[in-house]
């Protein structure tokens, strides 16, 4: 079992790799925007929008019980069954790509069966080395993916590739991070149809349970961006999207270093004990104190902020920001969470409070472009994820414990 210093030693690792990652986006972005329109970005948002909601369950989430498998052997299975799914997915996304390129008639939705190959495979490859505690590994990934994405994206840029090198360039960074994550590919289809059947039933909540849990999450996004788009035009699409990159950055650097860590140490206590409900106790203490200056700077300066950093034409994605500012906060702390239901084996109560919270923040997106806007949306959406949010905390901060 890791032990405390392990879990912080972990955490810092990766990190340390997540800083790297986002610094290279972040700071590039001021330059794409110069490269590209609010239109381009628009298109490319609802693109990645779709791609990872299919994605996200492109495994049926059958790599997130690697961590919990029994012996290599079963991992060996586990890992098998995923590429197969994976395969399938696959091919029904290059069917959904072709009919959405006949539909919109552009050609960019063609490139949807190699976005979900590709994040796919690093989901997989992220969970087989999360599984052997490869966190150095790890972290370099994340700076492969996130850092060289950017960059191509850039070079895809000066090149006026528009829409397609905004698109494809993310995904040659996450093909190329599965091959560094040393994804095993070698004999996965000769294993016998009898293991994978058993593994499948052995952990069978994680398609039955977290699939509709992930699903429903990216689907919020890809709703969030549809509608938009249908409501206020490409441009505002291309405003929601670059704002929730940028906002949503701290809770992917963080979020994604600490779940990463404190899922391997809560999955081998087997039960919810009172010393793991501490840690998550005071993980989230640990989140709210960096999330509340980020909050109140984004009160303060995001207008002015995102004005000066991105160029005048993206005022209103400045103005979004501030009023996005408490769910980008909650969100923060929330982020890192989602292992903690999944190693408590509390998918079922964490898919029921999901698809509320996946109501509640649709819903107030909607009322809030009715009542005011892109603006409008973006205080309604903290109002009501606001709520949400602290309910779920509360209970996690007081979910009852094993029996001695």
Request: net charge positive; proline share 4%.
């Amino acid at each position: 079992m890791t032990t405390a210093v392990g879990l912080r030693r972990a955490t810092f690792t990766l990190l340390a790799g997540g800083l790297a990652a986002q610094a290279i986006p972040l700071t590039l972005g001021p330059w794409l925007t110069r490269l590209y329109t609010p239109e381009d970005f628009g298109s490319y948002h609802l693109f990645a929008a779709v791609a990872a909601n299919v994605a996200v369950v492109a495994c049926a989430r059958y790599e997130f019980a690697l961590p919990l498998a029994r012996d290599d052997a079963e991992a060996t299975s586990l890992r098998a069954l995923s590429l197969w799914l994976l395969a399938g997915c696959t091919l029904l996304a290059a069917l959904g790509g072709a009919a959405w390129a006949w539909h919109s008639g552009q050609h960019w939705p063609l490139w949807l069966p190699l976005a979900v190959l590709a994040l796919g495979a690093v989901s997989l490859a992220t969970l087989v080395a999360t599984r052997a505690q490869r966190f150095r590994a790890l972290a370099a990934g994340r700076v492969l993916q996130h850092g060289g994405g950017a960059l191509a994206q850039a070079g895809a840029g000066v090149a006026q590739a528009g829409v397609t090198g905004l698109i494809v360039a993310p995904l040659a960074a996450a093909l190329a991070t599965a091959a560094l994550l040393r994804l095993p590919l070698r004999g996965w289809w000769q294993v016998s149809r009898q293991r994978l059947v058993a593994v499948a039933r052995r952990h069978r909540e994680f398609p039955l349970l977290n699939t509709p849990h992930a699903f429903a999450g990216a689907l919020q996004d890809t709703l969030a961006v549809s509608l938009i788009a249908a409501t206020l035009g490409p441009a505002a699409a291309g405003f929601w999207g670059l704002t929730m990159r940028y906002l949503k950055a701290p809770a992917t650097l963080v979020g994604g270093a600490v779940s990463q860590a404190l899922y391997p140490r809560l999955a081998a206590g087997g039960q919810v004990t009172a010393a793991a409900r501490a840690d998550v106790r005071r993980v989230m203490l640990a989140l709210a104190a960096v999330a509340t200056p980020l909050v109140l700077a984004l009160w303060l300066a995001a207008p002015w902020a995102f004005a000066r950093v991105f160029g005048p034409q993206w005022q209103a994605a400045g103005d979004l920001a501030r009023a996005l500012a408490v769910y980008i906060g909650v969100h923060f702390v929330a982020s890192p969470l989602a292992v903690v239901t999944m190693a408590w084996n509390a998918q079922a109560w964490a898919l029921k409070l999901a698809l509320v919270g996946q109501g509640v923040f649709v819903l107030s997106l909607a009322a809030g472009l009715a009542w005011g806007g892109l603006r409008g949306a973006g205080w309604a959406v903290s109002a009501g994820m606001a709520l949400y949010f602290g309910w779920y905390f509360w209970r996690l901060a007081t979910w009852p414990v094993a029996a001695a």
